[in-house]
């Protein structure tokens, strides 16, 4: 583990939380009513259990959105929803009106990441490199000869197209020519009405997690899905893809990374934790493609085993992440 990690890993070993863990009352909420449901009640199920055999007074809440009462009984809400109606800012702002403490980013920043044209817009402006792409708003009728030239005019094939405010690679593909493009864009508008068409990039797929208030970048993983693909069914299931935690890079790169994902961090508003997910060219050149605000906590998720590789526990991963709980207005 590199100097710089170990250093500020060391002011997390004692965490304020800790001394009130039998005075406060921790709500896990999850489950919400977005299409990763299934994947979120994991994640929650993981975070609960960890609050438990950590000793906090902790409550399991599957929330469904139709009970907001649920929170008037809870000191602190971990959040562990994922999708619309949760990570969007949606829940953030009803906790907020509620006075209670959650885990993870505010409302702005929770709806900027999750909606990729707009999080893209803001990369471009702060100058984060990321793969050129055309955001498509689907309230009206498509237009396919237009949007067919103006791919052609501005991002070219093959390139990637998904809904803008879906998580775990639902609703995406990859296209070679447009003589698919028509199709993808049906599938994504199953999903989203927004949708993203991005210039696809051949290379090695690398995240960063970061936690803490001012975040702290645990080590680079790089994700080799054994299909060559890394969707839903390679993300979620055991042995399907190989991570290589810390990622093999040289020292200059995986700091000019980390400080990449520290970066789009910040300019986003985001805190607490998060997870950015970046292409590495064949020039060793790195794109980001978009930051999680609430990134999975399952057995196979990312954040945890880049946890592990800087000796931190699933455990005290988890109570990290509830001591940066506050209100953020």
């Known amino acids: ?36 449901r299934e994947i979120s009640l994991k994640t929650g199920e993981g975070i609960f259990g960890a609050l438990k055999s950590s000793g906090y007074n902790v409550q399991f809440i599957d929330f469904k959105g139709d009970n907001i009462s649920v929170f008037k009984n809870i000191d602190i809400a971990f959040l562990a929803l994922h999708g619309k109606y949760g990570e969007d800012g949606t829940v953030q702002g009803v906790l907020e009106l509620l006075k209670v403490p959650y885990t993870g980013s505010g409302i702005l920043a929770s709806s900027l990441a999750i909606d990729k044209i707009f999080a893209k817009k803001i990369f471009v402006f702060e100058e984060i490199p990321t793969p050129d792409y055309i955001g498509l708003d689907l309230k009206d009728p498509v237009n396919f000869d237009e949007i067919k030239n103006e791919v ?16 775990s690679t639902i609703g995406i593909t990859i296209i070679q020519g447009e003589s698919d493009l028509e199709d993808a864009i049906n599938f994504a508008k199953i999903y989203d009405q927004r949708i993203l068409l991005e210039k696809f990039i051949t290379g ?11 975040p702290t970048a645990l080590p680079i993983i790089e994700i080799k899905p054994k299909s060559g693909f890394y969707d ?24 000019m990374i980390k400080e990449l994902a520290v970066k789009t961090h910040n300019c986003l508003g985001c805190y607490g934790i998060s997870r950015v997910d970046l292409i ?36 005290k991963l988890v109570e990290i992440i509830l001591n940066y709980s506050k209100l953020k207005m």
Do not use: H
């Not at 790195?286 to 800087?310: D, H, Q, R, W």
């Open 232 to 255: 839903f069914k390679s993300k979620y299931t055991a042995g399907l893809t190989e991570y290589i935690t810390p990622a093999m890079l040289d020292n200059n790169l995986t700091e």
């Open 1 to 36: 583990m590199d100097l710089k990690i170990n250093s500020t890993l060391d002011s997390f070993k004692k965490l304020e939380i800790e001394k009130k863990k039998q005075d406060i009352r921790v709500g896990v909420i999850c489950g919400g009513i977005s299409s990763e």
């Open 204 to 214: 090695r797929q690398i995240t960063v997690s970061l936690i803490g208030d001012k």
């Open 152 to 167: 052609i005019k501005k991002i070219g094939y093959p390139l990637v197209v998904k809904p803008s405010r879906e998580g």
């Open 280 to 315: 590495l060219d064949e020039n060793y050149m790195p794109f980001v493609l978009e930051i999680n605000t609430m990134p999975g906590m399952t057995a196979t998720s990312l954040v945890p085993k880049a946890a592990a590789a800087a000796k931190i526990s699933f455990e």
